[in-house]
């Protein structure tokens, strides 16, 4: 099975701030991976597909980036509602596995 | 509109069985993949289960399977989640989601599995 390794798995950021979350594959899937984005309490949203493919309606400080192994999902200027959990998704390859989560602390 | 309403949660003992629901409606269901993601209390979502709309071809996480079975009735858009010898550490929100690439989410059923 492929493994999703996400990190960091908490960060602390200003209003503002450009923020970076990481997924590495254990071993290549392509451009198959989205980002979703969990507020709590809430059921997840998906924010990219296709490793760089922005989600319709989804703002546009929201990016990702990568292919192969590394992924990076970008929010160029943190906003007060981007408080959330974000994680990965492979869909390369059965079975489907997520990253472990970051939690984006404002 | 894209609709997926779960049911079928609840509380049940180890060992026991549950079948979760999920209605679909706003797309064509028939030719789209299925999946289900579950998320126990505090902790990050997990892979469980997905479907082929097209071949009906079948996949599961290893911590489910040969336990719990995934199918779909196209004649009445539903998606089913059989679960059956259920442990305490599939005690989770089950999320029923749209497609292979997991567009869009329902809300989610709670399955509590303690005696």
């Known amino acids: 099975d492929i493994q999703m390794t996400q990190s960091p798995s908490s960060l602390s950021a200003s209003l503002g701030d450009r923020v970076t979350i990481t997924c590495r594959a254990s071993?290549?899937?392509?451009?198959?991976l989205g980002w979703f984005q969990q507020r709590p309490g809430k059921a997840p949203k998906r924010l990219i597909y296709?490793?760089?493919s922005l989600e319709g309606g989804v703002p546009s400080r929201f990016s990702g980036s990568g292919s192969g192994t590394e992924f990076t999902l970008t929010i160029s200027s943190l906003q007060p509602e981007d408080f959330a959990t974000y994680y990965c998704?492979?869909?390369?390859?059965?079975?489907?596995?997520f990253g472990q989560g970051t939690e984006v602390e404002i | 509109e894209v609709q997926l309403v779960e049911s079928g949660g609840g509380l049940v003992q180890p060992g026991g069985s549950l079948r979760l629901s999920c209605a679909a409606s706003?797309?064509?269901?028939?030719?789209?993949?299925m999946t289900w993601v579950r998320q126990a209390p505090g902790k990050g979502l997990e892979w469980v289960s997905a479907?082929?709309?097209?071949?009906?071809?079948?996949y599961y996480a290893d911590s489910v399977k040969g336990r719990f079975a995934i199918s779909k009735d196209n004649s009445k858009n539903t998606l089913y989640l059989q679960m059956n010898s259920l442990r305490s550490e599939d005690t989770a929100v089950y999320y029923c989601?749209?497609?292979?690439?997991?567009?869009?989410w329902g809300q989610g059923t709670l399955v509590t599995v303690s005696s």
């Open positions: 989601v749209k497609g292979d690439w997991a567009d869009f």
């Open positions: 706003g797309f064509s269901f028939t030719t789209f993949d």
């Open positions: 479907i082929s709309g097209s071949s009906g071809s079948t």
């Open positions: 071993q290549g899937i392509g451009n198959g």
């Open positions: 296709a490793a760089s």
């Open positions: 998704l492979q869909h390369n390859r059965h079975p489907h596995t």
